[in-house]
């Protein structure tokens, strides 16, 4: 079983819809979380940290439950910029590297 | 932000020669560099943790002989694939922090590595 797992799309969206990507961790010592996004033959790119206690960041809204180890990622009025991979990362107690899960690929449509 | 670059951005070689990465931090000071590993279609896979001065830590199944990392100064660490295959064929990528509290990781580039 993968330490974090993503459904990996890909979600195909028209621009202005809402859409929601979900994200489970295995590790019950995670510690940070984060969400990235990924465009084609990049680097991976902070979107935004995860907090318990849920936090926005204009149209992103992120949301983490620790005790059911799962993190989410909603996307409103979503725009043609949007389109890209978003990863799920998280850190652990002890353990400065990050862990990434596959990505959930998003498409938005015109 | 912090900007760590990453060189060269491709390469292609054949099989068997050695291919050298480097990555480094250009406004910070850079205590840890991480160097990942990701295949299409895949996530990032850590391959080793480098620490300024010491010898890097590697990954379970990651070969430290094929896969040589440097890490000499503050601002920039190597990677060296040795002996490359085709099955090494990836794109490497590497991060850098300077630690602190929230130790943000700055992402390189990437270097795009096609072994013939």
């Known amino acids: 079983r993968k330490e974090v797992e993503q459904d990996p799309g890909p979600f195909n969206v028209p621009e202005g819809a809402t859409v929601a990507f979900n994200c489970t961790y295995s590790n019950s010592a995670s510690q940070s979380f984060f969400w990235y996004r990924q465009d084609c033959r990049k680097e991976p790119k902070l979107l935004m940290s995860v907090y318990s206690s849920g936090n926005e960041d204009g149209r992103f809204t992120a949301q983490l439950n620790r005790a059911s180890q799962y993190i989410s990622l909603l996307i409103r009025d979503s725009k043609l910029s949007d389109s890209a991979t978003y990863l799920c990362?998280?850190?652990?107690?002890?353990?400065?590297?990050?862990?990434f899960g596959s990505g959930t690929r998003l498409q938005v449509q015109p | 932000g912090a900007v760590v670059s990453q060189h060269p951005s491709r390469v292609i070689c054949k099989s068997g020669t050695s291919v050298k990465i480097e990555c480094r931090s250009l406004?910070?000071?850079?205590?840890?560099m991480f160097w990942y590993r990701q295949f299409p279609k895949q996530s990032l896979m850590l391959m080793a943790t480098?620490?300024?001065?010491?010898?890097?830590?590697?990954e379970q199944g990651v070969e430290k002989d094929k896969f040589l990392i440097n890490h000499a100064s503050l601002t920039l660490s190597t990677l060296t694939v040795t002996s490359a295959h085709p099955e090494d064929s990836s794109f490497y990528i590497c991060s850098a922090t300077s630690g602190g509290i929230q130790e943000t990781q700055y992402f390189g580039p990437g270097t795009r590595l096609l072994v013939l």
């Open positions: 480098s620490n300024e001065g010491s010898k890097a830590t590697y």
């Open positions: 406004d910070f000071q850079a205590t840890t």
């Open positions: 990362v998280v850190t652990h107690t002890g353990r400065r590297a990050l862990t």
